[in-house]
Structures are given as structure tokens and as C-alpha cells.
């Protein structure tokens, strides 16, 4: 199989593994992403998560996600900036760990130099074809 195919499928599998696990706390992958970048990135515009995660999903997505974050208590703003709440912060700690246990699972017999340089040839690829 082509190098497309194998993409394709650790993309779909990834974002069910990842869906699953965080579904059951009632968010998907685009929620986790927002959670974890405000966790990182406090006082973030709508306009830069929008612009760190648009790979990810389109700004309609991101601005119905992060609505969703606010309307749980997760997420919050003060001057078109979010943050994580308290709630927030308890929140993402435990999707993190729900998160790192999958990440634990999908790096199985997959060493950290065969992950550097899968992550290199694909980086190359795309720069390839930008």
C-alpha cells in the first residue's frame, strides 16, 4: 500500500481512538485540541486558536466547540481572550491522562528514533507539496 493510505488510516484511527476516549467526557478531538492549547496558550484569541488548529477543523467547528467549552464551565474569556476555568484546568488534566494513555498504546514497539524520523519524512512531504 502507498504511503497515502497508511496516512489516511493512522489519521482516521487516531481521531476514533481519540474521539472514543473523549466522547465519554463529552467532548471530541477539535474540544481536546482547544482544551489543551488554552491549557498552554492562556489568554488566547478565537482568532489564534482558529489559526493553530485549522489543519484540524474550520472556523465555524472551532467558534461551535469552543461554545460548547463555555457553555460546560471549561472555558471562559474576558476581553475576546479564553482561558481555562478551574473546572477547566481539573477537566483537561483528566482527558490528558485518558490522552496520554492512548498516546502510550499507539507508540507500542515503535521507537522514539523511528517516530523522529517518520515525523521528518512526513514534514518533508508536505513541504514537498506546499
Not at 73 to 88: A, P, Q, R
Not at 120 to 126: E, I, K, P, S
Request: charged share 15%; with cysteine.
Amino acid at each position: 500500500m502507498p504511503i497515502g493510505y497508511w496516512i489516511k488510516q493512522a489519521d482516521v484511527l487516531l481521531t476514533n481512538g481519540i474521539n472514543a476516549i473523549q466522547n465519554m467526557q463529552g467532548i471530541d478531538r477539535t474540544g481536546w485540541q482547544i482544551l489543551h492549547t488554552l491549557h498552554t496558550q492562556a489568554n488566547a484569541t478565537m482568532d489564534q486558536v482558529t489559526d493553530l488548529l485549522k489543519p484540524f477543523a474550520d472556523p465555524t467547528t472551532m467558534k461551535k466547540t469552543v461554545e460548547h467549552l463555555v457553555t460546560n464551565g471549561w472555558v471562559s474569556s474576558t476581553d475576546e481572550k479564553f482561558y481555562l476555568t478551574i473546572s477547566g484546568e481539573a477537566f483537561h488534566a483528566n482527558c490528558l491522562q485518558q490522552q496520554t494513555a492512548f498516546r502510550e498504546r499507539s507508540m507500542q514497539h515503535i521507537s522514539a528514533e523511528d517516530y523522529e524520523t517518520t515525523v521528518n519524512t512526513l514534514r518533508q512531504l508536505v513541504q514537498n507539496l506546499s
